[in-house]
């Protein structure tokens, strides 16, 4: 994720920020996620009269105020649940610097104050982050996550306690690099966690009315084709067993699932339907052992 928040980072600066583009076209080479030392000033004096911008990840934080405890769930190709844990919320800290190669007595400082205040006019008009919003009208670049693709990531800017440890920061990019203005940037990414197999879906529910023992059972399943395939549309019945009474009939939904409510625990008939996807039938107990009433049409 962190790889997709730097290019997202740098296509917001390169698009919104007109002094990096005075002279003609913003180029690669003026906007590095590297850290501001001795290297960095000597790239930025190769530049010549170009501005450039550093944008340097100094610190990543778990954001427990915004972990939920949510979680998503799905159903595959063989008819499994798939659950995913809800995501963990990072924040990743970001100090934004801005470079120029004018002379002090030439207004090398206001120079670098203008760069740095299009920064901010650029970041905290597109809070939140939106990847997709920015790269637009273009494409995202190719193997950029689906997951925050068209999402919002929260952000914040210039926060009122300033960074707390700037200082440190600064005495450790050598003894040549000055002390210069940062913006602080916190872009919360999700850090997603792995799928998981929960097993097949309860299809039964049983409700007991006591003391008379009086059972209802409400008892679903799915309806697939030869392939596999979920089939809505289809048509199912549920009959007693050995009468052949009929007890209910309805059609499945947009996944091939049914449900029948209210079933007294007894023998029963399912059969089901659908055309050019062939017909099907099963005997079942309700309630069942397994909880499973899926059919597969031939």
Known sequence: MIPAVDDTIRELLARRVPLLAA???????QIGFGPPDADWRTHVKGLGTKRALDVCLVDLRDNRRLRGGERTRALNGSGHVITRPAPERLDCHYLITAWSNAALDQGRMADEHRLLHEV????VAAQPFVPSEIFAPGSLPGGFPPAIAD??????????EGFPKLPEFWQTMGDRVAWRPAVWLIVMVPVLKP?????PMVTATITAYEPAGDWRVNAGGQVRDGAGEPVPGAWVRLERRPSGAL????????????????????????RAGATGAGLADRDVEIPSTTGEHDLRLA
């Not at 799928?195 to 097993?199: E, P, S, V």
Request: no cysteine; proline share 4%; aromatic share 6%.
């Open 23 to 29: 002279g003609g076209a913003v180029t690669d080479d």
């Open 120 to 123: 901010v006019t650029a970041l």
């Open 195 to 199: 799928l998981r197999d929960a097993g």
């Open 151 to 160: 999402a919002e990531l929260p952000t914040v800017v210039a926060p009122e």
């Open 247 to 270: 007890v209910g009939a309805l059609s499945t939904d947009a996944t091939g699932r049914f449900v029948f409510t209210g079933l007294s625990a007894g023998s029963y008939r399912l």
